[in-house]
């Protein structure tokens, strides 16, 4: 990747931060005022709105990589970390997720069955274009569209994932923390995609966690009780472990080759 000026770098984190606050804030808004928000909760059910959202927030973050990249989709779906599907990284964070399970049964956790439309949405949909965004759109395209530093792309990332959950508080000290928990596992899942070149194995952690959140009833936020504290560290800690041991690591380099333009 040729080297690019300062101006070229800020001008560029601009447009991708920019972009970003569009669609994670201004996109809802819009919708209502397209008279989609009563519209989708009748087609769709009850969480018909939801699902519009991030079905048009997905499809968005897409067009936006391919006109940056001026390229196909395919490209812009490898640019994303989407096409990247990374089975080891994968298995190696399901493996935390699995520590994190057992973590629950020795400690006693009661099993409460979820809707399944809630879970899927919740827990795997969400989920899914979080990391699409946050991962795949703002960090890596700090990476390699802008060139900026692992940890500037990785904090920058962090903390609109973590604004973005500030409402979820039910005192401003609540959500202060439970932006701080988003904050760090933004961090993580940064730093899971820079090793394994992929949003998959962070999206399993991101998408196990919530689940567990939820059939355990472990909380109504990131913040959660010390049970599911226990165990989201002990998840955290043996990703980290399996990663350093098994990831390939150097995935978004300055010399990560640019998508082929169509």
Known sequence: MQPRSGASQIVRAVVIVAVALALAFGVPPLLRALNLHDWSKQTLGQYGFYELYIACGFGLVVVSAMAMWRAGLPAALRELGIAELSPLGCVCCLGAI????????????????????????????????????????????????????????????????????????????????NSTITFAGGVLFCWLVERWGSIWPGFVIHAGLNFLWSVYTLGDNAVGGAMGNVARVATVIVALVLTRLFAPGGALTAESPRPSAH
């Open 98 to 177: 699995a520590v994190a399970f057992g973590v629950l049964l020795y400690a006693g956790a009661k099993w409460t069955p979820q809707p399944w439309d809630s879970l899927l949405v919740f827990c795997f949909i969400g989920p899914f274009v979080e990391e699409v965004l946050f991962r795949g759109f703002i960090f890596r395209q700090l990476r390699h569209w802008v060139g900026v530093p692992f940890w500037i792309a990785a904090v920058i990332s962090s903390l609109l994932f973590g604004a973005g959950h500030f409402d979820q508080g039910h005192s401003l000290a609540d959500a202060a923390m």
